[in-house]
Every structure is written in C-alpha cells, then in structure tokens.
C-alpha cells in the first residue's frame, strides 16, 4: 500500500522558518517524481514545488521562489520542503504528492 506522511506544519509569525518532510512507503520511492502541493482555505490546490526522481530538476511557482527549497533523501524514501521567510499567504494545508497518491497533509499557519 502506498503511503504518503507529511509532518512538520506548525503556527509560525511572519518571517519564520519551517521544514517539512514527507516519509514515502510502499512504492520505490527513488523511481518518482514528487511534488508539493498546498490548499489555502476557500481555495483551489496550488503547485508548489517539483522534483524529479533522481533530484536533478526542480521547478518552483513564482511565489515561492528564492523562499522554499525543494529536496529528496532516496535512501531514506524522504520528502523535505525548507521554508523560509513565511508569509501569511503561505498558510494552507501542504500536501506531499506522487502521481496518483497524496498525503493527509501537515497544516502551514503563518500570522502576522
């Protein structure tokens, strides 16, 4: 069974930092791409961040560029996303995403 565990999402003030990591279990995990996504409340999901399975492409949105890092630890079927400088529009819930499975998702709340 595919599995997919976000955790790290907590309550930050504006500026701070966080760090999320996604444990991936069931599939093989080095042979995917892996994605985040974020849903802010009232809103549709948003792409965040990509990376290819060997880690050699990444692609951000705009937003978020020069502010998340995107990156894989294969040997430990692991996800991260580092987050720095938040903003109240990063508050969503972030989900770890593989094609056709997703996370629970872990809660980003950024005040202000």
């Known amino acids: 069974e595919v599995q997919l565990v976000e955790s790290g999402g907590d309550l930050v003030q504006l500026g701070g930092s966080l760090r999320l990591s996604c444990a991936g279990s069931g599939f093989t995990f080095g042979n995917y791409g892996m994605s985040w996504v974020r849903q802010a409340p009232g809103k549709g999901r948003e792409w965040v961040s990509g990376?290819?399975?060997?880690?050699?492409?990444?692609w951000y949105i705009d937003s978020v560029k020069d502010r998340f890092t995107i990156s894989r630890d294969n040997a430990k079927n692991t996800l991260y996303l580092q987050m720095i400088s938040l903003k109240p529009e990063d508050t969503a819930v972030y989900y770890c995403n593989t094609p056709g499975f997703w996370g629970q998702g872990t809660q980003v709340t950024v005040s202000s």
């Open positions: 990376i290819t399975a060997g880690g050699w492409t990444i």
